[in-house]
């Protein structure tokens, strides 16, 4: 009854850019935590960075400086700005989300991923 839908993903060069967009939806009451993760082939997934619903924000040391979580929580909605890309950042990235449903429990939702590849 909750889904998280990511948008934004594709292809750049390396040194390019691209926005990512996660929207939730479905019988949401609140949304707390929201993040980014990713997983390259061959990999595990990673945290990539995290935002709490007050805007508090996390990120790995390998995206500092290059990337920005932010959000909306009007809209349910957590964004994820990739400036300076590198070949290194292509993955799947996912969204997730700490939701309090409208009716349940808590529970951590993930979108279904969207692939970035940056190419050198």
């Known amino acids: 009854q909750v889904q998280l839908v990511e948008s934004g993903g594709g292809s750049v060069q390396a040194g390019g850019s691209l926005r990512l967009s996660c929207a939730a939806s479905g019988r949401i009451f609140s949304i707390n935590d929201m993040g980014w993760y990713r997983q390259a082939p061959g990999k595990q997934r990673e945290l990539v960075a995290t935002?709490?619903?007050?805007?508090?924000?996390v990120y790995a040391d390998s995206v500092k400086g290059r990337f920005t979580i932010s959000r909306d929580n009007a809209k349910n909605t957590v964004y994820l700005q990739m400036n300076s890309l590198k070949p290194e950042d292509t993955a799947v990235y996912y969204c997730?989300?700490?939701?309090?449903?409208?009716?349940?429990?808590?529970?951590?939702?993930w979108g279904q991923g969207t692939q970035v590849t940056v190419s050198s």
């Open positions: 997730n989300g700490v939701v309090l449903p409208s009716s349940g429990r808590t529970s951590t939702y």
């Open positions: 935002i709490t619903r007050i805007g508090a924000t």
